[in-house]
């Protein structure tokens, strides 16, 4: 690999470690909330955490930011899990936020006795009243005073759980005129009569992010606390609340922000993702229509063509939108390198060999794949009766059409050169045979002088006695906008593409038989697929991937 230039969060590290940061100290953390699936966002996210970790030998640690019990589950810290490892990265140790709860709440209990956090018993929209707006100072709570006693009792009765939910929260003691309106005696703590998935019903009240966030960075000595834009805001108040526990002795974590990856047509938020499974508009979190890890996974995705990706788009200051067609690019790319490859025929139209005797058949050997020495040949059978695509024949053509046509020549992939010589159609016109001959010395590889004559076209085939049916899922864009989730008045399902999922019958070559569940291949003409867990013994699912080039029209 070539050297890469430094991005603007390895300029940072640089600086610190030039002044002084001990490099053995650096320290990172991936750290979702588990309430959906990771997405190709994520993805941008994961690969600079755990690349910052590998170019420094650095712990990365996984931490869930689990500190909203009515949203997040089980399943959501296992899928997230799965997608991190899968796409090759492991981390130095699982954390949870609700780890530190009980710490949380000592250090909350501090802040009380120290006159810098008080228990606020008006309602929300009272409170949200007196926030006054960025150009105007806020009002004070009536509750802003309240003794230490007091608010050591209201509190430790709100973990006990005499109160109920929006009775009372705990605030901050900051600045109700900062003209950063986050810094106004923001909410540490709500009441939540809700189970928490690792802490169970121990707690009935749970941190806000803004108070989790640094003091879990800051329990774990992380030294770089790396997010998105939109908390650039809230770096201020991060800061506040690590002033308040900060030690010197200790690592003090910093925040530093990157702009959020957006990708064309389809919508990268949990929340909006989470609507498209409840609504049925896909089957489940892992739809290969999805843009989640677990979707693009089971559409046949490569962990190196994310890796990729992300790499190669970066990190920027600014948010701006990236065409998928990137992404298809790099899945292309990689596939193209490993994919073996196959035949199959999605749209049949049987081809009849009119010299070739009745009831035989031979083995042809086929270059699994060109650009892999090592991937070997296997053996296709050649009979009789053949499928090809219906497309790739005419009954005339120009001379632009180097497919076949009545009186001209094609060379069937690995097989021989065949000429058409006449056609059958039913009622309706529709072509239902074509009677070709074959040139028995062509073979290919045989050698023979035959075998090395140039004919414009090669077409993939099926034999129709060997080939069998699969189930082909061809996918398009999920929305047919390319940002559905950024129009006024509109909603992002209003743009939910209805042809995203197409079903239909392929006629595949009998080594596919052979396939597991996630093995990739190429589809010679026509694609990537790969094999989907949906395959019985009685049925093999396969799905495209993506097609073998950029067909969109820009
Ligand atoms: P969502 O809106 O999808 O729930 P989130 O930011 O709330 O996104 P988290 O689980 O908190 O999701 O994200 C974990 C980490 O991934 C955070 O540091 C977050 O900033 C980062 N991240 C999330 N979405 C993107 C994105 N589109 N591009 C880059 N980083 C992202
Ligand atoms: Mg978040
Ligand atoms: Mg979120």
Redesign the pocket.
């Known amino acids: 690999d070539k050297p890469k230039s430094l991005n603007f969060i390895e300029h940072i590290i640089e600086e610190d470690l030039a002044n002084g940061l001990p490099r053995e100290d650096l320290r990172f953390r ?7 699936y ?9 690969c ?2 755990f690349g910052l970790g590998q170019r420094y030998k650095a712990p990365v640690n996984l931490r869930f ?1 689990d500190t909203n019990p009515a949203k997040e589950e089980q399943e959501y810290v296992d899928a997230i899990k799965r997608d991190v490892e899968w796409l090759g990265y492991s981390w130095d140790t699982e954390r949870y936020a609700s780890d530190y709860f009980q710490q949380l709440y000592d250090w909350a209990v501090l802040l009380i006795k120290r006159g810098m956090a008080y228990v606020d018993s008006q309602s929300s929209d009272e409170i949200a009243a007196q926030k006054g707006t960025p150009t105007e100072p806020g009002t004070n709570s009536p509750h802003r005073d309240r003794t230490v006693e007091e608010n050591l009792d209201l509190f430790t009765k709100m973990k006990e759980g005499a109160f109920e939910e929006g009775a009372h929260v705990v605030r901050a003691k900051i600045d109700m005129a900062s003209p950063n309106m986050l810094m106004r005696d923001p909410i540490m703590y709500r009441v939540l009569k809700k189970a928490h998935h690792r802490t169970n019903t121990d707690w009935c009240i749970y941190p806000m992010y803004d108070w989790t966030h640094g003091e879990s960075d800051y329990i774990e000595q992380v030294t770089h606390s ?3 834009l ?2 650039a805001m809230h770096r201020e108040l991060y800061d506040w609340f690590l002033d308040q526990v900060y030690e010197p002795s200790k690592v003090r974590p910093k925040q530093r922000e ?6 064309s047509h389809t919508v ?6 989470l609507q498209l499974v409840e609504q049925g508009v896909v089957k489940g979190w892992d739809d290969p229509r999805m843009p989640t890890i677990s979707g693009l996974r089971r559409r046949g995705y490569t962990p190196e063509s994310i890796r990729n990706f992300a790499d190669t788009i970066g990190i920027a200051k600014r948010e701006n939108l990236i065409d998928v067609s990137l992404l298809e690019f790099h899945v292309r790319e990689h596939l193209n390198k490993i994919a073996p490859r196959v035949m199959g025929v999605l749209d049949p139209v049987k081809v009849v060999i009119t010299n070739y005797t009745e009831g035989y058949e031979e083995w042809l050997d086929a270059e699994n794949n060109p650009e892999d020495d090592a991937a070997g040949f296997r053996r296709v059978p050649f009979s009789k009766e053949l499928y090809i695509e219906r497309e790739d024949f005419r009954e005339e053509a120009n001379r632009k059409f180097f497919r076949l046509k009545l009186g001209g020549e094609v060379r069937l992939k690995n097989a021989y050169i065949i000429k058409a010589e006449s056609c059958t159609k039913d009622a309706e016109g529709n072509i239902v045979e074509i009677q070709c001959t074959y040139d028995p010395k062509s073979k290919s590889g045989s050698g023979t002088e035959e075998s090395l004559r140039k004919v414009k076209g090669t077409l993939h085939w099926v034999s129709v006695k060997h080939a069998f049916e699969a189930e082909i899922r061809l996918y398009d864009r999920l929305f047919t906008d390319e940002s559905p989730d950024t129009h006024k008045n509109k909603n992002f399902l209003d743009f939910v593409n209805p042809d995203a999922l197409k079903t239909i019958t392929g006629y595949l070559e009998p080594s596919l038989k052979e396939a597991n569940i996630g093995d990739r291949f190429q589809f010679q003409r026509l694609g990537y697929f790969c094999v989907d867990p949906d395959s019985t013994s009685d049925k093999m699912v396969f799905n495209r991937t993506v097609g073998l080039r950029d067909t969109w029209a820009k």
């Not at 990157?258 to 990708?263: G, I, K, V, Y």
């Not at 990268?268 to 993702?273: E, P, Q, T, Y």
């Open positions: 991936f750290p979702p909330e588990p309430n959906g990771l997405h190709i966002g994520h993805a941008s996210s994961i600079l955490n930011d790396l997010c998105t939109e908390f990157f702009a959020r990856r957006n990708l990268v938020s949990k929340r909006k993702l």
